[in-house]
């Protein structure tokens, strides 16, 4: 599928694997921590105007609302070059989200889009059927200016999901899984293709939750075909044309893997790499300081609800920190309507305007030496949301909201 | 170019969170991004890079973040070379955009010792450790990767491609 997809965006009828190609991109995106260097070295290349000033879309969101001085300058320094470009999605702390989340709601990615961004997470967007990767702040200021990036033509792997889910078990727990299956790089340059009975039933949530983490499997793009659900999601939101891509029958996959979801517990990855994942209940005697629910991998509207139905009416266990961050304003606002917020604030909970915050170690909770934290986010590597000698325990939302009753890594059931 | 330096050897695996810690990222300057450079994964980094120029590691090096600050800190901190057996896509991409030289050797990545004294040869493809005295290849790397870098980086290889329009 991304093949197509690149081949489409290069004027090409067939690219094969290895193939290195200049091609043309839909959106270029950016962030308070890239973005500064993008510009720096958009300047340097000598063009006066982006390509496109609808197709650049600049956040700030990782350190914004600004944690400190020499962050409020980085923000300024976007906010200046929006205004000079004259850049429609420029999104201001106010209305801003994280990204990942923010620019599909918005409907800035369609299927069957190229798309890059200066975020190693722009994986997420292969929900929607776009070929969308990550890329560093130099790729970015050259396709700002030039509407083009160089490619390597990835092969594929296919992962087939079958069976039924298990109570409480979402997307971050498939991909948590199929991450301890293959390791951090055991889909290094490839495309992952999500596919099978099991994909189908997820909610688009969970399905931007899983490919949003194929980089955490090496992968440069995660990508799941479009069917009724996501043609749903967009409905009102796609303000132009797309294209639907399907995998063609006979398509040679560098590998495949078929996988029962049936068998597929609530999932814990350890300290400290994305793959050191395992079955939540092997963790119940884990003691933590902290929770954190949301970034770009679970800071949506199912994981606000799932955690809502195990905080609700209970409170955190004492001496803990519990942390919500809703991905969005919209999804903020929509908890709010629903009363998600209200159960969080009395069930002891800190709720957050939107932000990157903890998940990279940034602000809005920090670990301090020796404390551990259970998080909805997608690295645990070393220092990754504090101190170095600190740890992170990836998981999905209903085990983050249970541990953050139990005061140590719990699954729902014990906690009811 | 050849180039003759001394190696600090690493691991599998090692990201741009220990390569260059996010608490950093509130600012683009280079020498301060060095100053931090690897400070999660090894304190005595900057120590060994006065002396030693080359990093040699094994798989997916780089992994995790887009952050080009990572090679931009490795670079500042003097290093000259990486070499290791596979790195994460977007961390060889950011290299090679910004003239970082990036090697893919399995063979010297599983037998370069810390400290070993290696000599480099860019064009040739070889790799001379002097200490043990033995000699490894490097992968090839497509002519259009080499252009960028010896164009010095994406930026200056996009500047003469415009020009060249």
Known sequence: ?416 | MIIRDKVIKYGNDVNTDVIIPARYLNTTNEEELASHCFEDLDENFKQKALTRKIIVAGDNFGCGSSREHAPLAIKASGIKLVIARTFARIFFRNAVNTALPVLLSKEASENVNDGDELEVDLEMGLINDLTTGKTYKINQIPAFIQEIISSGGYINYTKKKLGSL
């Open chain 1, 1 to 416: 599928m991304a093949q197509k997809i690149l081949a489409e965006h290069c004027g090409q009828e067939y690219l094969k694997a290895g193939d290195l190609v200049n091609a043309r991109v839909d959106l270029v995106l950016g962030n308070d921590i890239t973005m500064p260097l993008a510009i720096e070295e958009f300047k340097k290349i000598g063009v006066s105007k982006v390509f496109n000033k609808d197709r650049v879309v600049i956040v700030p969101d990782h350190f914004a609302p600004n944690k400190d001085i020499k962050s409020a300058e980085q923000c300024r320094f976007l906010r200046r070059f929006a205004e000079n470009q004259k850049i429609t999605n420029y999104f201001e702390v106010g209305k801003m989200g994280i990204e990942h989340a923010l620019i599909p709601e918005m409907g800035l990615v369609l299927p069957g889009d190229l798309v890059v961004g200066a975020d190693s997470h722009t994986c997420t967007y292969g929900a929607l059927g776009a070929a969308s990767t990550g890329v560093g702040s130099t790729d970015a200021a050259v396709a700002m200016a030039t509407g083009t990036l160089w490619f390597m033509v990835p092969d594929s792997i296919k992962f087939i999901y079958r069976g039924l889910l298990k109570p409480w078990v979402t997307g971050k727990d498939l991909i948590l899984y199929t991450i301890g299956l293959i390791g951090v790089d055991g889909a290094l340059y490839m495309s992952m293709e999500f596919v099978g009975p099991a994909i189908k039933t997820l909610s688009m949530d969970s399905r931007f939750t899983m490919c949003n983490m194929a980089i955490e499997a090496g992968g440069k793009f995660g990508i799941i075909e479009v069917d009724e659900k996501t043609e749903k999601y967009l409905k009102n939101k796609a303000g132009r044309d797309y294209k639907k891509y399907k995998a063609d029958a006979d398509v040679h996959y560098y590998k495949t893997y078929d996988i029962d979801c049936s068998k597929i517990d609530l999932q814990v990855s350890a300290p400290h790499l994305p793959s050191n994942a395992g079955n939540a209940r092997d963790c119940r005697n884990i003691k933590i300081d902290q929770v954190v629910i949301g970034s770009c991998t679970n800071g949506r509207m199912e994981d606000l609800k799932i955690a809502f139905e195990i905080l609700k009416g209970k409170k955190v266990s004492k001496n803990i920190r519990v942390i919500i961050i809703p991905a969005t304003q919209n999804i903020y606002l929509a908890a709010l309507n629903k009363g998600y917020i209200k159960a969080f604030i009395e069930s002891g909970c800190a709720v957050s305007t939107p932000t990157c915050g903890p998940c990279l170690g940034g602000h809005m909770g920090i670990l301090a030496e020796g404390e551990r934290a259970i998080s909805t986010t997608n690295r645990n590597f070393v220092g990754r949301m504090g101190h170095p000698k600190s740890e992170v325990y990836l998981s999905g939302p209903a085990v983050a909201a249970a541990s953050a009753i139990a005061g140590r890594i719990a699954v729902p059931e014990e906690v009811f």
